[in-house]
């Protein structure tokens, strides 16, 4: 108490003529270039550094701020929950404690707006809750979705980032990958316009099931893509990998992706297709 009381700090030099300096802003390291970022100055560039572009993970919420009208934006489906088909143990208690954690009901977040007031349906999978893992719940949601899109005559976005299939539910979690692509099957035989936006990591059973499946797939720049992860590769295969394999720039060159679209470009590039999709239409 006393190091801190007014008057050790005004014998320190400070508050001078009543004025007394501003407290450094919270600062985030950059897992990039290890710089430390002002927490503000990263909100504004929309959670993307701006010593290196490393692009930090965007929760789901803010993900659709970003690109939906201010105001137009109305979740689908909120209350869906995941369950414990197998009775596995302490599934039920990380469920809840990740809803605590993260205000979230589930790893999948599905929601209607405009951009530049064309009509969207869009699904975010959120890293935070259970890396974004595709269980039951998950998979139902994104059928909705899908679904939803199709009766509506709507194009459908959605925003991938998870781990894959999530193992407490087992085959329940794997018939989501048959299940959601079927979905998209309707949808795209309806004519439906479906845009796949590849977001770090999106690997597992998410990479081989919807988020392969758009009419155009983009990707956030050094993204990680692919279903099994480079480690486990090389150890599967005995061989040494390229460089920057399974990152969206090296998908891009070899075809899997149409465009890397960096994050600040992200909702330009999607009402720019959406623009060029109702003329065609």
């Known amino acids: 108490e006393k190091l801190f009381s007014l008057q050790m700090l005004r014998k320190a030099g400070f508050g001078k003529n009543g004025v007394f300096p501003a407290p450094a802003p919270p600062a985030a390291e950059c897992p990039g270039c290890g710089k430390q970022v002002p927490v503000a100055e990263l909100d504004r560039n929309l959670l993307v550094c701006p010593a290196c572009g ?22 689908l489906d909120a209350g869906l929950k995941g369950r414990n088909p197998l009775n596995f143990p302490g599934y039920p208690e990380k469920l809840e404690a990740q809803r605590q954690k993260t205000g979230l009901t589930e790893a999948a977040v599905t929601a209607l707006g405009t951009i530049d007031k064309r009509r969207v349906a869009a699904a975010v999978l959120d890293g935070r809750f259970m890396m974004g893992s595709m269980g039951a719940a998950v998979g139902e949601k994104i059928t909705r ?9 709507l194009p459908l976005i959605i925003f991938s980032a998870s ?15 048959a299940k959601t692509s079927a979905a998209l099957a ?5 004519g439906g316009l479906f845009i796949s936006y590849l977001t770090d990591p999106t690997t597992g059973g ?21 279903f099994a992860g480079p480690r486990v590769i090389r150890q599967t295969i005995g061989q040494e990998l390229p460089e920057g394999f399974q990152r969206a720039e090296y998908l891009e060159g070899h075809g899997f992706v149409d465009r890397i679209v960096p994050r600040g470009e992200m909702r330009r590039t999607l009402s720019l297709i959406l623009r060029l999709h109702e003329k065609r239409r």
């Open 186 to 190: 309707r949808f795209s035989a309806s």
């Open 145 to 153: 979705a899908v679904e939803y899109a199709q009766r509506k005559k």
């Open 54 to 75: 490393y692009h930090h993970p965007v929760w789901a919420g803010r993900r659709l701020e970003m690109i939906f009208d201010p105001g137009s934006r109305r979740e």
């Open 206 to 226: 998410v990479s081989a099931s919807f988020a392969s499946l758009g009419d155009i797939t983009l990707a956030e720049p050094g993204a990680l893509i692919g």
């Open 163 to 177: 781990g894959g299939a999530r193992m407490q539910e087992g085959i329940c979690s794997l018939m989501q990958m």
